[in-house]
């Protein structure tokens, strides 16, 4: 499979962090499980007050967003096997998103 033995240094520094940033999405909230309050403010974007708030089951949503970016950024590198720009771009967002995710986990954790 030559997706895992790519050559291009950005490509396979943005691959290892998303992987690394996502497996610390899923994990970090099991580890905080029993602080966490029951409910949890997750939707910033949303008006402040009952809209941003979520039961905290839902804190998982943002490992498998990043989980879905990374499926979804394999499957476009098979396509755009001949784009080496278009999979530095895709796969540097990857990880800009997951690294932002993981802030987002780390604010809704440090609340409590």
Do not use: H
Not at 29 to 46: A, G, H, K, N, Q
Not at 92 to 111: D, E, H, P
């Amino acid at each position: 499979m030559k997706l895992l033995a790519e050559n291009d240094k950005l490509i396979r520094r943005a691959m290892i962090t998303s992987a690394v940033v996502t497996i610390f999405l899923f994990l970090l909230p099991i580890v905080f499980w029993v602080r966490l309050r029951e409910e949890i403010p997750l939707f910033y974007s949303l008006p402040w007050g009952g809209d941003q708030v979520v039961n905290k089951a839902l804190i998982f949503i943002l490992g498998g967003i990043s989980l879905a970016f990374m499926v979804i950024n394999i499957l476009l590198a098979r396509v755009l096997d001949n784009e080496l720009f278009l999979r530095r771009v895709l796969w540097a967002g990857c990880a800009a998103a997951t690294i932002l995710a993981l802030i987002t986990l780390v604010r809704v954790i440090l609340l409590f």
